[in-house]
Nanobody
Framework: QVQLVESGGGLVQAGGSLRLSCAAS????????MGWYRQVPGRQRELVAI???????NYADSVKGRFTISRDNAKNTVYLQMNSLRPEDTGVYYC????????WGQGTQVTVSS
């Protein structure tokens, strides 16, 4: 069983930055896809960014140019660097690891004030 633990969330003013971390209990090397998702009350969880083995990345249009996803297989950690934050980035951010399997973290709250 894999456990994913997110950290780095918090309250920040618009225009600020945060760096989220997702630490895995085991090796993340075997996961082909790792990503970050965001959820706000009353809405479905949505993709923010994913990184595929080999380093290919994909981002939601709303965060392109502002967010950067990266993975450090040696540290079993995935990161999400978030710059130029906007109030609409507010939500609970979840880490995901899949292929094989499909695992989720417990989430970390990000609140961006205007």
């Amino acid at each position: 069983q894999v456990q994913l633990v997110e950290s780095g969330g918090g309250l920040v003013q618009a225009g600020g930055s945060l760096r989220l971390s997702c630490a895995a209990s085991g090796s993340i090397f075997r996961f082909n896809v790792m990503g970050w998702y965001r959820q706000v009350p009353g809405r479905q969880r949505e993709l923010v960014a994913i990184i595929i083995s080999g380093g290919i990345t994909n981002y939601a249009d709303s965060v392109k140019g502002r967010f950067t996803i990266s993975r450090d297989n040696a540290k079993n950690t995935v990161y999400l660097q978030m710059n130029s934050l906007r109030p609409e980035d507010t939500g609970v951010y979840y880490c995901n690891a899949k292929v094989p399997g499909n695992y989720w973290g417990q989430g970390t709250q990000v609140t961006v004030s205007s």
